[in-house]
């Protein structure tokens, strides 16, 4: 019941700070254009092609799945 409270919270905030974002912009008379540059593109991904960003990802990848199940599993061995 606690989680599903917290869920509730958070949607609420979410909507009220959609709300105030909303109303911030029509107070301040800002209009949003999106250039095809800020657009995002599947094509950029490609940029991603550096050896030292794809060692850093694998390393996360490791951490996760090897050295938290350990220390999950580890106090019940000690």
Do not use: H
Request: aromatic share 18%.
């Amino acid at each position: 019941m606690v989680g599903f409270a917290i869920c509730c919270f958070s949607f609420v905030m979410a909507i009220l700070l959609v709300w105030i974002d909303w109303w911030a912009a029509r107070k301040d008379n800002i209009q949003v254009t999106l250039t095809e540059e800020d657009k995002f593109k599947f094509r950029d991904l490609r940029e991603f092609d550096k050896l030292p960003f794809w060692l850093v990802t694998g390393s996360c990848v490791i951490i996760y799945m090897v050295v938290f199940p350990y220390i999950q599993v580890s106090t019940d061995m000690m």
